[in-house]
Protein backbone atom coordinates (compact mmCIF):
# COMPACT_ATOMS: atom_id res chain seq x y z
CA UNK A 1 0.00 0.00 0.00
CA UNK A 2 2.76 2.39 0.81
CA UNK A 3 4.40 1.83 -2.38
CA UNK A 4 1.10 2.15 -4.51
CA UNK A 5 0.55 6.09 -2.36
CA UNK A 6 4.19 6.57 -3.32
CA UNK A 7 3.57 5.88 -6.62
CA UNK A 8 0.36 7.49 -7.07
CA UNK A 9 1.39 10.92 -5.23
CA UNK A 10 4.63 10.88 -8.17
CA UNK A 11 2.03 10.45 -10.62
CA UNK A 12 -0.02 13.51 -9.42
CA UNK A 13 2.95 15.37 -8.95
CA UNK A 14 3.88 14.91 -12.13
CA UNK A 15 0.54 15.70 -13.73
CA UNK A 16 1.30 19.01 -11.96
CA UNK A 17 4.12 19.93 -13.53
CA UNK A 18 3.42 22.44 -16.41
CA UNK A 19 4.14 21.13 -19.55
CA UNK A 20 7.24 21.68 -21.80
CA UNK A 21 6.44 22.50 -25.03
CA UNK A 22 8.84 23.52 -26.53
CA UNK A 23 8.79 26.60 -29.01
CA UNK A 24 10.85 25.19 -31.45
CA UNK A 25 8.74 22.74 -31.82
CA UNK A 26 6.14 25.19 -33.15
CA UNK A 27 8.86 27.68 -34.78
CA UNK A 28 10.87 25.60 -37.47
CA UNK A 29 10.88 28.87 -39.09
CA UNK A 30 12.47 31.97 -39.55
CA UNK A 31 10.87 35.87 -40.46
CA UNK A 32 12.61 37.80 -43.32
CA UNK A 33 11.61 41.52 -43.36
CA UNK A 34 12.00 44.86 -45.05
CA UNK A 35 14.11 47.21 -43.50
CA UNK A 36 15.14 51.41 -44.66
CA UNK A 37 18.70 51.52 -43.91
CA UNK A 38 20.07 54.70 -45.68
CA UNK A 39 23.79 55.03 -45.90
CA UNK A 40 26.35 56.88 -47.72
CA UNK A 41 25.94 55.04 -51.07
CA UNK A 42 22.27 54.97 -51.36
CA UNK A 43 19.83 57.19 -49.81
CA UNK A 44 16.63 55.21 -50.72
CA UNK A 45 18.59 52.02 -49.09
CA UNK A 46 15.81 48.99 -48.65
CA UNK A 47 17.15 45.55 -46.88
CA UNK A 48 16.40 42.29 -46.43
CA UNK A 49 16.72 41.17 -42.84
CA UNK A 50 15.85 37.76 -41.73
CA UNK A 51 15.32 36.28 -37.71
CA UNK A 52 14.58 33.65 -35.53
CA UNK A 53 11.39 34.18 -33.69
CA UNK A 54 13.15 32.05 -30.94
CA UNK A 55 15.75 34.66 -30.38
CA UNK A 56 14.72 36.70 -27.01
CA UNK A 57 17.09 39.03 -28.12
CA UNK A 58 15.87 40.32 -31.07
CA UNK A 59 18.84 40.06 -33.18
CA UNK A 60 18.50 40.02 -37.28
CA UNK A 61 20.68 39.52 -40.09
CA UNK A 62 21.68 42.00 -43.02
CA UNK A 63 21.42 39.18 -45.87
CA UNK A 64 21.24 41.86 -48.86
CA UNK A 65 24.21 44.33 -47.90
CA UNK A 66 23.41 45.94 -51.22
CA UNK A 67 22.96 49.56 -52.11
CA UNK A 68 20.29 48.75 -54.21
CA UNK A 69 16.15 49.05 -53.56
CA UNK A 70 15.14 45.51 -52.75
CA UNK A 71 12.09 44.13 -51.39
CA UNK A 72 10.75 40.72 -50.30
CA UNK A 73 7.14 39.59 -50.88
CA UNK A 74 7.49 36.02 -50.38
CA UNK A 75 9.12 33.22 -49.49
CA UNK A 76 8.41 29.84 -50.22
CA UNK A 77 10.35 27.20 -47.76
CA UNK A 78 13.68 27.98 -48.05
CA UNK A 79 13.98 30.55 -51.01
CA UNK A 80 13.22 33.95 -50.06
CA UNK A 81 11.73 36.10 -53.62
CA UNK A 82 12.87 39.71 -53.98
CA UNK A 83 12.41 42.70 -56.50
CA UNK A 84 15.43 44.88 -57.10
CA UNK A 85 16.82 47.45 -59.58
CA UNK A 86 19.81 46.42 -59.14
CA UNK A 87 22.44 46.44 -62.34
CA UNK A 88 19.19 48.34 -63.64
CA UNK A 89 17.77 51.81 -63.15
CA UNK A 90 16.39 53.64 -59.96
CA UNK A 91 13.07 51.39 -58.99
CA UNK A 92 13.67 49.23 -62.31
CA UNK A 93 12.61 46.51 -60.87
CA UNK A 94 13.11 42.55 -61.48
CA UNK A 95 12.66 39.62 -59.40
CA UNK A 96 15.42 37.57 -57.89
CA UNK A 97 15.36 35.00 -55.46
CA UNK A 98 18.19 34.04 -52.48
CA UNK A 99 18.62 31.82 -49.96
CA UNK A 100 18.19 32.50 -46.12
CA UNK A 101 21.25 33.56 -45.46
CA UNK A 102 21.49 35.86 -48.92
CA UNK A 103 23.29 33.36 -50.61
CA UNK A 104 23.00 32.29 -54.45
CA UNK A 105 21.32 35.74 -55.42
CA UNK A 106 20.02 35.16 -58.66
CA UNK A 107 17.62 36.74 -61.48
CA UNK A 108 14.54 34.65 -62.43
CA UNK A 109 13.08 36.67 -65.27
CA UNK A 110 14.15 39.84 -67.56
CA UNK A 111 9.94 40.93 -66.82
CA UNK A 112 10.09 44.72 -65.55
CA UNK A 113 7.88 44.26 -62.01
CA UNK A 114 5.53 46.51 -59.87
CA UNK A 115 6.10 47.19 -56.40
CA UNK A 116 3.40 44.80 -55.70
CA UNK A 117 2.86 41.44 -53.93
CA UNK A 118 3.19 38.25 -55.76
CA UNK A 119 3.04 34.53 -54.84
CA UNK A 120 3.66 30.80 -55.92
CA UNK A 121 1.96 27.74 -57.42
CA UNK A 122 4.45 25.63 -56.16
CA UNK A 123 3.16 22.82 -57.67
CA UNK A 124 3.58 24.58 -61.62
CA UNK A 125 6.84 26.55 -60.17
CA UNK A 126 5.49 29.66 -61.80
CA UNK A 127 4.93 33.22 -59.89
CA UNK A 128 1.51 35.34 -60.51
CA UNK A 129 3.00 38.81 -60.68
CA UNK A 130 1.80 42.62 -61.26
CA UNK A 131 4.21 43.44 -64.36
CA UNK A 132 5.66 46.72 -66.43
CA UNK A 133 5.73 45.25 -69.86
CA UNK A 134 6.10 48.45 -71.60
CA UNK A 135 7.06 52.52 -70.23
CA UNK A 136 3.19 52.74 -71.14
CA UNK A 137 1.32 49.91 -70.21
CA UNK A 138 1.88 48.84 -66.23
CA UNK A 139 0.03 46.84 -63.59
CA UNK A 140 -0.74 43.64 -65.47
CA UNK A 141 -0.93 40.64 -64.38
CA UNK A 142 1.23 38.04 -65.77
CA UNK A 143 2.67 34.45 -65.54
CA UNK A 144 6.26 33.38 -64.73
CA UNK A 145 7.87 30.36 -65.24
CA UNK A 146 10.43 29.84 -62.74
CA UNK A 147 12.47 27.13 -64.30
CA UNK A 148 13.30 29.28 -67.34
CA UNK A 149 11.85 32.49 -66.80
CA UNK A 150 9.54 32.70 -69.37
CA UNK A 151 6.38 34.90 -68.86
CA UNK A 152 3.03 35.00 -70.37
CA UNK A 153 0.14 37.62 -69.97
CA UNK A 154 -3.16 36.72 -67.67
CA UNK A 155 -4.72 39.41 -68.54
CA UNK A 156 -4.74 41.81 -71.03
CA UNK A 157 -6.87 45.24 -69.82
CA UNK A 158 -5.33 48.61 -69.84
CA UNK A 159 -8.20 50.41 -68.85
CA UNK A 160 -7.63 49.04 -65.18
CA UNK A 161 -4.93 48.39 -62.97
CA UNK A 162 -4.17 44.96 -61.51
CA UNK A 163 -1.70 44.55 -58.12
CA UNK A 164 -0.92 41.89 -54.92
CA UNK A 165 -2.30 38.69 -56.79
CA UNK A 166 -2.37 35.08 -54.91
CA UNK A 167 -2.77 31.93 -55.51
CA UNK A 168 -5.62 30.07 -53.97
CA UNK A 169 -4.13 26.63 -51.63
CA UNK A 170 -5.36 24.77 -54.65
CA UNK A 171 -4.04 26.56 -57.59
CA UNK A 172 -7.14 26.74 -59.31
CA UNK A 173 -7.82 30.64 -58.56
CA UNK A 174 -6.30 33.85 -58.10
CA UNK A 175 -7.66 36.76 -56.01
CA UNK A 176 -6.14 40.41 -56.69
CA UNK A 177 -6.48 43.98 -56.58
CA UNK A 178 -8.56 45.91 -59.36
CA UNK A 179 -8.58 49.32 -59.90
CA UNK A 180 -9.58 51.72 -62.73
CA UNK A 181 -6.24 53.40 -65.01
CA UNK A 182 -8.14 56.63 -64.49
CA UNK A 183 -9.41 57.91 -60.91
CA UNK A 184 -13.46 57.37 -60.87
CA UNK A 185 -14.99 59.07 -57.91
CA UNK A 186 -16.81 56.46 -55.77
CA UNK A 187 -14.51 53.47 -57.43
CA UNK A 188 -12.30 52.16 -55.59
CA UNK A 189 -9.16 49.56 -55.71
CA UNK A 190 -11.44 46.42 -54.64
CA UNK A 191 -9.89 42.67 -54.34
CA UNK A 192 -11.54 40.69 -56.93
CA UNK A 193 -11.50 36.79 -57.85
CA UNK A 194 -10.84 34.80 -61.00
CA UNK A 195 -10.26 30.98 -62.39
CA UNK A 196 -6.80 30.26 -63.07
CA UNK A 197 -7.07 30.84 -66.74
CA UNK A 198 -8.59 34.47 -66.40
CA UNK A 199 -12.25 33.46 -66.56
CA UNK A 200 -14.99 33.91 -63.89
CA UNK A 201 -13.96 37.39 -62.95
CA UNK A 202 -16.04 38.69 -60.03
CA UNK A 203 -15.86 41.65 -57.12
CA UNK A 204 -15.36 40.48 -53.14
CA UNK A 205 -14.91 43.49 -51.70
CA UNK A 206 -16.89 47.32 -51.39
CA UNK A 207 -15.28 49.64 -49.68
CA UNK A 208 -17.69 52.49 -47.92
CA UNK A 209 -17.47 55.14 -49.71
CA UNK A 210 -18.59 57.45 -46.45
CA UNK A 211 -15.86 56.02 -44.64
CA UNK A 212 -13.40 59.23 -43.52
CA UNK A 213 -10.73 57.01 -45.43
CA UNK A 214 -12.69 57.28 -48.60
CA UNK A 215 -10.84 60.87 -49.34
CA UNK A 216 -7.42 60.01 -47.93
CA UNK A 217 -4.28 58.62 -49.06
CA UNK A 218 -3.96 54.50 -48.26
CA UNK A 219 -5.38 51.19 -48.77
CA UNK A 220 -8.81 50.76 -49.90
CA UNK A 221 -7.37 47.00 -50.38
CA UNK A 222 -4.23 45.88 -50.44
CA UNK A 223 -1.69 43.54 -49.86
CA UNK A 224 -3.11 40.28 -50.03
CA UNK A 225 -2.55 37.15 -48.68
CA UNK A 226 -4.52 33.68 -48.61
CA UNK A 227 -5.41 31.61 -45.95
CA UNK A 228 -3.20 28.15 -46.33
CA UNK A 229 -5.31 25.87 -44.38
CA UNK A 230 -8.84 28.65 -43.80
CA UNK A 231 -10.71 29.24 -46.98
CA UNK A 232 -10.50 33.10 -46.47
CA UNK A 233 -8.49 35.85 -48.23
CA UNK A 234 -6.60 38.74 -46.05
CA UNK A 235 -6.13 42.08 -47.25
CA UNK A 236 -5.60 45.69 -45.46
CA UNK A 237 -7.98 48.47 -46.22
CA UNK A 238 -7.74 52.18 -44.57
CA UNK A 239 -10.69 53.09 -42.28
CA UNK A 240 -11.18 55.53 -40.27
CA UNK A 241 -7.50 56.78 -39.11
CA UNK A 242 -5.84 53.38 -39.43
CA UNK A 243 -4.76 50.84 -41.62
CA UNK A 244 -6.00 47.38 -40.35
CA UNK A 245 -6.00 43.40 -41.67
CA UNK A 246 -9.21 42.24 -42.83
CA UNK A 247 -10.79 39.02 -44.01
CA UNK A 248 -13.17 37.84 -46.85
CA UNK A 249 -14.34 34.43 -48.51
CA UNK A 250 -14.13 33.43 -51.78
CA UNK A 251 -17.71 33.91 -52.26
CA UNK A 252 -17.29 37.10 -51.02
CA UNK A 253 -20.32 36.55 -48.34
CA UNK A 254 -18.47 37.31 -45.23
CA UNK A 255 -15.96 39.99 -44.78
CA UNK A 256 -14.54 40.95 -41.36
CA UNK A 257 -12.05 42.90 -39.38
CA UNK A 258 -8.87 40.99 -37.63
CA UNK A 259 -6.64 42.97 -36.65
CA UNK A 260 -7.99 45.25 -33.18
CA UNK A 261 -5.14 46.41 -31.75
CA UNK A 262 -5.98 49.83 -32.60
CA UNK A 263 -2.81 50.20 -34.29
CA UNK A 264 -1.70 50.06 -37.94
CA UNK A 265 -1.06 46.55 -39.37
CA UNK A 266 -0.62 46.20 -42.86
CA UNK A 267 2.25 43.88 -44.58
CA UNK A 268 1.55 40.28 -43.56
CA UNK A 269 1.79 36.66 -43.74
CA UNK A 270 0.71 33.31 -42.65
CA UNK A 271 3.00 30.49 -41.59
CA UNK A 272 2.76 27.79 -44.45
CA UNK A 273 0.70 25.77 -41.96
CA UNK A 274 -1.73 28.52 -40.85
CA UNK A 275 -0.90 28.54 -37.03
CA UNK A 276 0.74 31.86 -36.82
CA UNK A 277 0.18 35.49 -38.07
CA UNK A 278 3.55 37.64 -39.11
CA UNK A 279 2.52 41.53 -39.23
CA UNK A 280 4.19 44.74 -39.02
CA UNK A 281 2.79 47.14 -36.91
CA UNK A 282 3.29 50.63 -36.58
CA UNK A 283 3.69 52.22 -32.78
CA UNK A 284 2.47 55.07 -32.25
CA UNK A 285 3.45 58.79 -34.25
CA UNK A 286 5.27 59.82 -31.34
CA UNK A 287 8.41 56.59 -31.88
CA UNK A 288 7.13 56.14 -35.48
CA UNK A 289 8.23 52.85 -34.80
CA UNK A 290 7.37 50.00 -36.94
CA UNK A 291 7.78 46.43 -35.59
CA UNK A 292 7.12 42.85 -37.19
CA UNK A 293 4.88 41.01 -34.70
CA UNK A 294 4.24 37.58 -34.58
CA UNK A 295 0.68 36.24 -33.21
CA UNK A 296 -0.53 32.72 -32.57
CA UNK A 297 -3.84 32.50 -34.33
CA UNK A 298 -5.62 30.07 -32.38
CA UNK A 299 -4.54 31.83 -29.10
CA UNK A 300 -3.75 35.61 -30.65
CA UNK A 301 -1.39 36.22 -28.28
CA UNK A 302 0.98 37.91 -29.82
CA UNK A 303 4.91 39.47 -29.21
CA UNK A 304 7.22 41.47 -30.83
CA UNK A 305 10.31 40.18 -32.85
CA UNK A 306 12.35 43.59 -33.77
CA UNK A 307 13.96 45.75 -31.32
CA UNK A 308 14.12 49.65 -32.12
CA UNK A 309 17.63 49.97 -33.65
CA UNK A 310 15.89 50.54 -36.92
CA UNK A 311 12.53 52.21 -36.89
CA UNK A 312 11.38 51.00 -40.57
CA UNK A 313 10.74 47.26 -40.13
CA UNK A 314 7.85 46.18 -42.78
CA UNK A 315 5.94 43.26 -44.17
CA UNK A 316 7.61 39.65 -42.52
CA UNK A 317 7.66 37.07 -45.13
CA UNK A 318 7.97 32.91 -43.45
CA UNK A 319 11.48 31.47 -44.43
CA UNK A 320 11.79 27.69 -43.79
CA UNK A 321 14.72 26.95 -41.07
Request: proline fraction near 6%; hydrophobic fraction near 35%; charged fraction near 25%.
Amino acid sequence: MKTFLCLLFSLLLYSCQPKETTVSEKMDFLIAYNTWEPDSIAEDNWEIRILDPEDSLHTSQNIINHPDVAWTYLAHEDRIFFISDRDTAYRHFFLYEMGPDGSGVKKLSDLRLEDSWMDINPEKNEMVVAARPSLDIRYQLYLINLENGNYSPLVNDTAYRFSDPVFSPDGNQIAFVKSPKTKKEGVFPEVFLMNRDGSGEKQLTVFPAEDPAANSYGYKAGALRWHPTEDFISYASSRGNGTFIFGVTPDGTQNWQISRSGKKEVYHDWSPDGKWLAFEQYQDTLSKQFHIVLMNWESKESKILTDTLLKTQLAPVFVRK
